[in-house]
């Protein structure tokens, strides 16, 4: 069973910046593609980014190009999400996830995801 762990939320302003973790364990995630999703209050889930563990290929929503980088250390089962130039809009509780298709990500679904950790800005 594939266990996803979420850290690194937290309050700031806007314009600050913020690195979210997420450890996997439990299986192998060469096959995966991994990736954030997020939920603001009274929004629907909505897909963030993606990598996938073998490749390196990325891909952003439209709302987080230029502002968001996606990144993985599969040694150590880690998927980063390195977040700058932060604004309101992105407050939400992001979730890791994981899939075996990119176009479930895309979409909002996952096979596994996190706990969620929440990312709030400008109080």
Do not use: H
Not at 21 to 43: D, E, H, I, N, V
Not at 58 to 77: L, P
Not at 88 to 109: E, F, G, H, K, N
Request: proline share 2%; glycine share 12%.
């Amino acid at each position: 069973q594939v266990q996803l762990v979420e850290s690194g939320g937290g309050l700031v302003q806007a314009g600050g910046s913020l690195r979210l973790s997420c450890a996997a364990s439990g299986r192998t995630f060469s096959s995966y593609t991994m990736g954030w999703l997020r939920q603001a209050p009274g929004k629907e889930r909505e897909f963030v980014a993606a990598v996938r563990w073998s490749g390196g290929s990325t891909w952003y929503a439209d709302s987080v190009k230029g502002r968001f980088t996606i990144s993985r250390d599969n040694a150590k089962n880690t998927v980063y999400l390195q977040m700058s130039g932060l604004k309101p809009a992105d407050t939400s509780v992001y979730y890791c996830a994981a899939d075996r298709s990119l176009s479930d990500l895309q979409i909002a679904m996952a096979d596994y995801w996190g706990q969620g950790t929440q990312v709030t800005v400008s109080s």
